[in-house]
């Protein structure tokens, strides 16, 4: 008896959902190896060696900024309405970006994408726990990793090709297609469609986040002003995640925490490794792009492989043994710019740090978006680790970039420091998973 539409329907959707997902995370590889590998150029081309911070942490406070209002969005505009004004607003952020002449206004254009890519993102993530069963996100999770592969690759080179023979400000729209293609895909896959548990989150505690993150941006080195920045961050953390994860209570909470340390730690030291290797090292842009690539392309090879072992035991090891990788590889840096590096070392660190983290990544995220007798919801759990691992990512990057932005390499060892012992400090939460 054949198949009646509506049946194949709900088998096709969610394949395209899945697809979707796959898509987006190769336009998050892609987008993430073009600033990267930009960053020391745009920094240059505006005159904004000392403003590091402001250029690299637009596009997460965007994210922060939108994520209190990405249910509100969705209610009164409905998914395509939602996804048509996150597209305009993703489009237009990047061409202003594109098209700026300061630090200011490049930082205006990044945060109204992170703005676009936050309402996109939390609708994407709660439909994919709803739509796809757990067998089939398994096999999501393993295809996104190796999503990283082909940009870690050619990534960084052909950004600087694109780079020398168009200039920076075409290549930085390079990532548009990818985004608009994963972002209809999944729209497609939905329909009409809202996901069923999410309530609006608190508006006024969530964009403590954004705030004091925009706080130790702006301190300009004043560092009263980024220590209240700071402490405003966590303090905003702190009411927005599940009871439990500043203790790091045992279980998803202290999953939670040690996510959150891990993104101030890796994704710090990610975002200014470019920076790190040309103005610290003294490297070429060459150089630095094989180097950018290695750690990528280990955690995503890494992933894939781990995602084949079968033994429980040997699998509940994999988050602090990588964790502590991650944490010794950073520490490895600290050292060769106090006392100069050569490029095999430099490129076997952040190698090993990439293998570090695709050992951990993948259990440390299953544990700390499984419920077990937690009580939490399926889109709790979803906000949560969002939460934690952007609000890591925002604040390593917006601490890391103020520090940096020192005119010697001082702040440089300054920020690598902190993100090693960021990174330790993770795998030692990883402990009570």
């Given at each position: 008896?054949?198949?009646?539409?509506?049946?194949?329907?709900?088998?096709?959707?969610?394949?395209?959902?899945?697809?979707?997902?796959?898509?987006?995370?190769?336009?998050?590889?892609?987008?993430?190896?073009?600033?990267?590998?930009?960053?020391?150029?745009?920094?240059?081309?505006?005159?904004?060696?000392?403003?590091?911070?402001?250029?690299?942490?637009?596009?997460?406070?965007?994210?922060?900024?939108?994520?209190?209002?990405?249910?509100?969005?969705?209610?009164?505009?409905?998914?395509?309405?939602?996804?048509?004004?996150?597209?305009?607003?993703?489009?237009?952020?990047?061409?202003?970006?594109?098209?700026?002449?300061?630090?200011?206004?490049?930082?205006?254009?990044?945060?109204?994408?992170?703005i676009a890519s936050g309402l996109l993102g939390v609708f994407?993530?709660?439909?994919?726990?709803?739509?796809?069963?757990?067998?089939?996100?398994?096999?999501?999770?393993?295809?996104?990793?190796?999503?990283?592969?082909?940009?870690?690759?050619?990534?960084?080179?052909?950004?600087?090709?694109?780079?020398?023979?168009?200039?920076?400000?075409?290549?930085?729209?390079?990532?548009?297609?990818?985004?608009?293609?994963?972002?209809?895909?999944?729209?497609?896959?939905?329909?009409?469609?809202?996901?069923?548990?999410?309530?609006?989150?608190?508006?006024?505690?969530?964009?403590?986040?954004?705030?004091?993150?925009?706080?130790?941006?702006?301190?300009?080195?004043?560092?009263?002003?980024?220590?209240?920045?700071?402490?405003?961050?966590?303090?905003?953390?702190?009411?927005?995640?599940?009871?439990?994860?500043?203790?790091?209570?045992?279980?998803?909470?202290?999953?939670?925490?040690?996510?959150?340390?891990?993104?101030?730690?890796?994704?710090?030291?990610?975002?200014?490794?470019?920076?790190?290797?040309?103005?610290?090292?003294?490297?070429?842009?060459?150089?630095?792009?094989?180097?950018?690539?290695?750690?990528?392309?280990?955690?995503?090879?890494?992933?894939?492989?781990?995602?084949?072992?079968?033994?429980?035991?040997?699998?509940?090891?994999?988050?602090?043994?990588?964790?502590?990788?991650?944490?010794?590889?950073?520490?490895?840096?600290?050292?060769?710019?106090?006392?100069?590096?050569?490029?095999?070392?430099?490129?076997?660190?952040?190698?090993?740090?990439?293998?570090?983290?695709?050992?951990?990544?993948?259990?440390?995220?299953?544990?700390?978006?499984?419920?077990?007798?937690?009580?939490?919801?399926?889109?709790?759990?979803?906000?949560?680790?969002?939460?934690?691992?952007?609000?890591?990512?925002?604040?390593?990057?917006?601490?890391?970039?103020?520090?940096?932005?020192?005119?010697?390499?001082?702040?440089?060892?300054?920020?690598?420091?902190?993100?090693?012992?960021?990174?330790?400090?993770?795998?030692?939460?990883?402990?009570?998973?």
């Open positions: 008896m054949p198949m009646s539409r509506g049946h194949v329907m709900r088998r096709a959707r969610p394949l395209v959902l899945a697809v979707g997902i796959v898509a987006i995370e190769f336009a998050a590889a892609v987008t993430g190896f073009v600033a990267s590998t930009l960053l020391p150029v745009v920094a240059s081309a505006l005159e904004a060696k000392d403003e590091l911070g402001l250029l690299i942490a637009g596009t997460t406070l965007g994210l922060f900024v939108a994520l209190p209002l990405a249910s509100r969005v969705l209610d009164r505009l409905g998914p395509r309405g939602t996804l048509a004004a996150g597209m305009l607003a993703y489009v237009g952020g990047l061409a202003l970006a594109a098209t700026a002449r300061t630090a200011w206004m490049f930082a205006f254009g990044q945060l109204c994408a992170g994407g993530i709660s439909a994919a726990i709803q739509h796809l069963d757990e067998r089939l996100r398994i096999r999501v999770v393993a295809v996104s990793s190796a999503m990283w592969i082909v940009p870690a690759l050619v990534g960084p080179a052909a950004t600087l090709g694109l780079e020398h023979l168009v200039g920076w400000r075409w290549t930085s729209v390079l990532p548009v297609p990818f985004v608009l293609i994963g972002r209809l895909l999944v729209a497609r896959a939905v329909g009409e469609a809202t996901p069923a548990d999410a309530a609006p989150r608190p508006l006024g505690r969530t964009l403590l986040i954004p705030l004091g993150a925009a706080c130790v941006v702006l301190s300009a080195g004043w560092w009263p002003l980024a220590i209240v920045g700071a402490g405003t961050t966590v303090v905003g953390m702190i009411t927005v995640l599940p009871e439990g994860t500043a203790r790091l209570r045992p279980g998803t909470p202290a999953a939670l925490g040690a996510m959150m340390l891990f993104g101030i730690g890796y994704f710090g030291a990610d975002s200014l490794i470019t920076v790190l290797l040309t103005d610290g090292f003294g490297m070429g842009l060459g150089r630095a792009a094989i180097i950018l690539s290695a750690a990528s392309l280990g955690w995503a090879v890494t992933s894939l492989l781990v995602a084949q072992v079968k033994s429980p035991q040997v699998k509940r090891r994999f988050p602090v043994i990588g964790l502590s990788m991650a944490a010794l590889a950073t520490a490895v840096l600290v050292v060769e710019l106090a006392v100069g590096g050569s490029f095999t070392v430099l490129l076997i660190a952040w190698a090993v740090g990439g293998i570090g983290v695709g050992l951990a990544y993948p259990g440390l995220y299953v544990r700390a978006t499984t419920a077990g007798s937690s009580g939490f919801t399926a889109t709790e759990l979803a906000t949560a680790v969002i939460t934690a691992e952007c609000t890591g990512q925002l604040l390593g990057r917006a601490i890391g970039g103020a520090l940096s932005s020192a005119s010697d390499t001082g702040g440089l060892v300054a920020s690598y420091a902190l993100f090693a012992l960021a990174l330790a400090a993770a795998a030692c939460a990883a402990t009570r998973t």
